[in-house]
C-alpha cells in the first residue's frame, strides 16, 4: 500500500518558477476516449456488417498491480506536471494512519 500526502515540496522547471515550491498532489486518471480518434473509426469500419468480431480481444490479463501515475500542480505558477510512480495494488492520497493497537494509558 502506497499512502503519499496530498502536498509535495518538488522542483518546478517552468519559466515563472525555475525552483522547489509546494505542487498539489493528485492522482491521474485517463480522460473520455474520442469516437473520432483514427483507431476507433478503423475499428468500427471493420466490426460493420456481417462477420462477427474481427480483432482479438485480450483475455490474458497477468498482472495484479499497476503503475500508479500522480499529476503536481505548482501552487505559484499553477504549471502541471506528471510523475509515475512504482507498482502498487492499493494507493491512498493524503489518508492517516491506522492506529492497529489500543489507546497507550
Do not use: W
Amino acid at each position: 500500500m502506497v499512502n503519499i500526502p496530498k502536498e509535495r515540496k518538488t522542483y518546478c522547471k517552468s519559466k515563472k518558477c525555475g525552483k522547489h515550491t509546494n505542487h498539489k498532489v493528485t492522482q491521474y486518471k485517463a480522460g473520455k476516449a474520442s469516437s473520432f480518434a483514427q483507431g476507433k473509426r478503423r475499428y468500427d469500419s471493420k466490426q460493420m456488417g456481417f462477420g462477427g468480431q474481427t480483432k482479438p480481444v485480450f483475455h490474458k490479463k497477468a498482472k495484479t498491480t499497476r503503475k500508479i501515475t500522480i499529476r503536481l500542480e505548482c501552487k505559484d505558477c499553477k504549471a502541471k506536471k506528471q510523475l509515475v510512480l512504482k507498482r502498487c495494488k492499493k494507493f491512498e492520497l493524503g489518508e492517516k494512519k491506522k492506529n492497529l493497537e489500543g489507546p497507550s494509558y
